[in-house]
């Protein structure tokens, strides 16, 4: 996103030419109302691969399925050990992330 900003008030009175401006393929635009960012404006073809984007994300995440555990656990190890296998569940844990957002990737390519 662009460094530029604009007031709703300044931004009301350039909407034409700021509209102009990001159909034309320039950045998009920070709106701003009482110095905080509120709103962008962007060109039609970004918001699309936006918009597409987040649709295949949508899709591969009703393709999951929810992960549950039930039941008790009783722990018959020392809190080193526990905490090795922590660690190495955690790795298993980001190593996953990481091929789903391979997948996700993978798919957006394709389009």
Partial sequence: MSDKSFSVSEARKQFS?????????????????????????????EYEELYQKAQAYERLQKKSKPFTVRGSLEIHCSSEELIEEMRQIRARWAESLQRSSEDLARELSRK
């Fill in 17 to 45: 030419r700021l509209v102009d401006g990001v159909s034309r393929g320039r950045a998009a635009l920070r709106i701003t109302q009482h110095g905080k960012a509120r709103a962008a404006l962007v060109g039609i073809k």
